[in-house]
């Protein structure tokens, strides 16, 4: 079944700096990559995503790429600010259209925003 | 629209008790999935629902058990509970045509004594 790795498991970083954080994914059929922030005591909320016909993606100060020949995508954010401080997620699946599908995440990063 | 709802938020059981969790999608989301999440191992999946049927399932032992409901809503059971069982389990839904996309519920924290 697909293994998704991310790293660091934790970064800390001074507020206006850049934070980037990086998941390798086994299963070449996958093909939908989201990203989750999970703030402490809250639900995982859904903050970018990116499928595979797409290199890149940006919100505001965020911003996805993937390399799938690789196999691996990343999480870019810019100006960071404290409330960026949270648990980020990274998730790989391979359905589309209603076929089966689940999202297997990797372990976590824990962002921390230094004022 | 509102929100992905679980029920209850908070429960305390104890070892050899069996435990029912309700989750709500948001409507008009047709499937359902569910996830526990720990320290130690993240977030895992734990099945998916769609249309009443068991679409997919991860790798949990049986006690570990599911359903939905012609509503969209969803149920999980988990018997003979063990004290590695105590977890946040979280539920999220999607939308019959943008399948991947989920939106979580605030989860149940179960913690079994």
């Known amino acids: 079944g697909e293994n998704v790795e991310q790293h660091p498991s934790t970064l800390s970083v001074q507020e206006g700096d850049s934070a980037v954080i990086k998941c390798t994914y086994s299963?070449?059929?996958?093909?939908?990559f989201p990203w989750y922030k999970q703030e402490l005591g809250k639900r995982p909320q859904l903050i970018i995503d990116?499928?595979?016909?797409?290199g890149e993606k940006k919100d505001q100060r965020i911003a996805v790429t993937l390399n799938k020949t690789a196999k691996h995508f990343s999480l870019h954010i810019t100006e960071t600010q404290p409330e960026d401080s949270a648990v980020y997620f990274c998730?790989?699946?391979?359905?589309?259209?209603?076929?089966?599908?689940?999202?297997?995440f990797g372990k976590g990063t824990l962002l921390t925003v230094n004022p | 629209k509102a929100g992905v709802t679980q029920t209850p938020r908070y429960l305390i059981k104890t070892r050899g008790q069996q435990v029912t969790l309700s989750c709500s999608p948001i409507?008009?989301?047709?499937?359902v999935s569910w996830y526990q999440q720990t320290p130690g191992q993240g977030l895992q999946f734990l099945f998916e629902?769609?249309?009443?049927?068991?679409?997919n399932k991860g790798n949990f032992p049986g006690r570990f058990s599911g359903r939905q409901f012609s509503n969209s809503r969803s149920e999980m059971n988990v018997s003979t509970l063990e004290l590695g069982d105590s977890a946040l389990y979280l539920c999220?839904?999607?939308?019959?045509?943008?399948?991947?996309?989920?939106?979580f519920g605030p989860g149940t924290r179960l913690l079994v004594l």
């Open positions: 999220a839904s999607s939308a019959r045509d943008r399948a991947e996309t989920q939106y």
């Open positions: 299963d070449s059929a996958s093909n939908y």
């Open positions: 990116i499928r595979s016909n797409v």
């Open positions: 998730a790989a699946s391979r359905g589309s259209g209603g076929s089966n599908y689940k999202l297997t």
């Open positions: 409507s008009g989301h047709r499937s």
């Open positions: 629902y769609f249309s009443e049927t068991q679409r």
